[in-house]
């Protein structure tokens, strides 16, 4: 069992940047895979981006490549998602996701591969 509590979010405007960080209780951490999902109002929760256990691989979504970045410090039971060129099409709910993996090298991209949930983040983009 793991519980997932974001924060970082909030109001910034386009071309911008924030970080959000994911702090997960429990002790095997490292053997969790991460993922970030967003939802914005009337639209379905999409990936975002995604880390193995050690953090050497990653996968972002098309749409924040370049801009984005996730990274983890399994030292500090937490992961990050580094957000950089805002948009106002960035504007969601972001939530953290964990899955417990038996292979150090799986990212995870389906909202359905994740076992727990954050209780999310508002990001909010100004033009």
């Known amino acids: 069992q793991v519980q997932l509590v974001e924060s970082g979010g909030g109001l910034v405007q386009a071309g911008g940047s924030l970080r959000l960080s994911c702090a997960a209780s429990g002790r095997t951490f490292s053997s969790y895979a991460m993922g970030w999902f967003r939802q914005a109002p009337g639209k379905e ?18 749409s924040v490549k370049g801009r984005f970045t996730i990274s983890r410090d399994n030292a500090k039971n937490t992961v990050y998602l580094q957000m950089n060129s805002l948009k106002p099409e960035d504007t969601a709910v972001y939530y953290c996701a964990a899955t417990r993996t038996l292979s150090t090298n799986v990212v995870l991209k389906g909202r359905n591969e994740y076992d727990y949930w954050g209780q999310g983040t508002q990001v909010t983009v100004s033009s």
């Open 45 to 62: 929760r999409e990936f975002v981006a995604a880390i193995n256990w050690s953090g050497i691989r990653i996968y972002l979504a098309d």
